[in-house]
């Protein structure tokens, strides 16, 4: 390789380099930020997030002339994209069953970019070279328990034996709807306490 070849090599490569930096610095766009409390959230329940405004009520964001917002539901806590769950130009969300775990942290992040949707139902370009990511404000959902209290039972005596179905989640509690002479043998956390009801109901032919 000759020097002509080499000058000409060099200038090529600072020029991709110039106009790359270029590129990188022309950019405006700047997601906004968002709340930082966690959101907890019941199983089937819709939870929605949007970036907050200054102290003096203006926008945290900053839109070039061709962008979009969107909000998008992943699993990363910083300034980036994590596996990415949803977006769309709302920020509200549901739990996805199959796709989502209970118990685990998401987050719910402004998207700004390129709009190659429309006015109204904004797309951001997730391969915008300005794309501006914000960090999320963080959302769990649980899980509903699921509790039985086991068969209907009539009883002839003083005891008897509760036999109720352990909780899919969490702990179950043992309630009376009448306490007054209730004994309660064992924790009423527990799902077979037995009972004592010194004063108890007879039927019309007694027991």
């Known amino acids: 390789m000759n020097n002509l070849s080499k000058t000409l090599i060099s200038c090529l490569v600072l020029l991709m380099i110039t106009s790359s930096t270029k590129q990188l610095s022309a950019c405006t ?7 930082t409390d966690t959101l907890h959230v019941c199983a089937f329940d819709a939870v929605s997030s949007a970036m907050l405004n200054d102290a003096s009520g203006n926008p945290t964001y900053t ?7 969107n909000y998008a539901l992943h699993t990363a806590s910083d300034s980036i994209l994590g596996t990415v769950i949803s977006i ?12 989502m775990s209970y118990g685990q942290v998401y987050y719910i992040s402004p998207v700004i970019g390129n709009n190659i ?24 959902w649980y899980e509903y328990p699921t509790a039985d209290a086991g068969i209907n039972m009539d009883v002839c005596g003083l005891n008897v034996q509760l036999d ?10 043992w309630t009376a709807i009448t306490t007054s002479g209730v004994n309660w043998i064992g924790s009423i956390n527990s799902n077979n306490p037995a009972l004592n009801i010194p004063n108890f109901d007879t039927n019309a032919t007694g027991c």
Not at 29 to 34: E, H, L, N, R, V
Not at 88 to 99: E, K, L, S, Y
Not at 164 to 173: F, N, S, W, Y
């Open 29 to 35: 766009s700047q997601a906004g930020i968002m709340s």
């Open 88 to 99: 769309n130009a709302t920020g509200q969300f549901v739990f996805q069953p199959g796709t």
């Open 117 to 140: 949707g429309t006015f109204s139902n904004p797309i951001v370009d997730l391969t915008d070279m300005c794309l501006s990511v914000g960090a999320g404000t963080p959302v769990i």
């Open 164 to 173: 109720a179905t352990i909780p899919t989640i969490g702990t179950g509690q």
């Open 63 to 69: 839109l070039d002339a061709n962008d979009g917002i």
